[in-house]
């Protein structure tokens, strides 16, 4: 204050800009002080809100995290692995009431057994009611060692497991050792080399499926077109696509993108502790049925 009169003595011509400056800031210094405490109500209120809100997704991003690692654990508790070494590369699974026991060979990507396998697996034995299996024309591709198409044999469907040619031979022992007498349909395994002779050898004419399977089918390889070519042939208006993805690389990652184009894509369930998602999905532009009124 004193300055701003010392300011005054040597500018008096400033008097009345100086006095209406200072009635200005009074008025809302007053304001303030009037006002302050309600202001200060409300944003202890917000902060508080805000608090809590924060604390309640930290605690939901918990309890997500304690459900996935419980969900995981439960399904790699399913494997099981020989007591003692054998001169061939085993593991066992237990799905569907029965123990199966896939041979393996590491040298190929295709005939190990992945993590998003077992998710599948896991899925289908849990949710048997509402996606049921029994009696149902089911295709996977990519099937690799044969556990999913093992299990959804064990499931009652009638399954065809497709691979390339130099997976067969052991797809073709595995499925047949686990199936064997076992199942209300013996399951089929067949060559299917991703978008080549398709027509041919799965004609759109005669071929339908309810279901097509996949586990862990997009990764470092350089057919991915052919994939998706391979989706959209198999796939009806009907078809229902189950396919568990693991996230790797983001140019393989790209490929959910275009799938998108072609079908309609559907979350139904997630593992982010294995970076595994599991995918429903039908064609795009399907004609939905509308159920046709009872006559009484």
């Avoid at 490929?255 to 998602?277: A, C, K, M, W, Y």
Wanted: proline letters at 3%; one cysteine or more.
């Amino acid at each position: 204050m004193i300055a701003i009169f010392l300011l005054l003595e040597r500018f008096p011509t400033c008097y009345f800009s100086v006095l209406t400056a200072l009635k200005a800031v009074t008025e809302k210094l007053t304001c303030f002080l009037l006002c302050s405490p309600t202001r200060s109500l409300v944003i202890l209120q917000d902060r508080k809100q805000k608090t809590e809100e924060c604390l309640l997704q930290h605690e939901g991003k918990l309890v997500r995290e304690k459900e996935d690692e419980d969900i995981v654990a439960e399904i790699m508790r399913r494997r099981f692995f020989p007591a003692l070494i054998t001169h061939k590369a085993w593991e066992g699974f237990h799905f569907a009431d029965h123990e199966i026991r896939i041979t393996e060979a590491t040298d190929c990507y295709g005939a190990v057994v992945w993590p998003s396998a077992l998710v599948l697996c896991y899925f289908l034995e849990t949710n048997s009611k509402q996606y049921n299996l029994v009696d149902k024309n089911v295709i996977e591709i990519g099937a690799g060692t044969g556990l999913v198409s093992i299990v959804a044999s064990l499931l009652g469907a009638l399954v065809t497991a497709t691979d390339l040619p130099e997976l067969l031979g052991n797809l073709q022992h595995n499925v047949l050792q686990n199936t064997k007498l076992k199942c209300k349909h013996q399951p089929r395994v067949k060559e299917l080399s991703w978008g080549i002779d398709l027509e041919k050898n799965f004609p759109r004419s005669s071929c339908h499926f309810d279901y097509i399977l996949a586990a862990d089918v997009v990764y470092h390889h350089p057919f991915l077109d052919e994939l998706l070519l391979t989706f959209d042939h198999l796939c009806k208006n009907d078809t229902v696509i189950l396919w568990a993805m693991k996230f790797r690389l983001e140019k393989e990652n790209q490929f959910v993108g275009r799938f998108q184009t072609l079908f309609d894509l559907e979350v139904i369930s997630d593992f982010p502790s294995l970076n595994i998602t599991l995918y429903k999905a039908m064609r795009k532009g399907r004609v939905k049925v509308r159920p046709s009124k009872v006559v009484v």
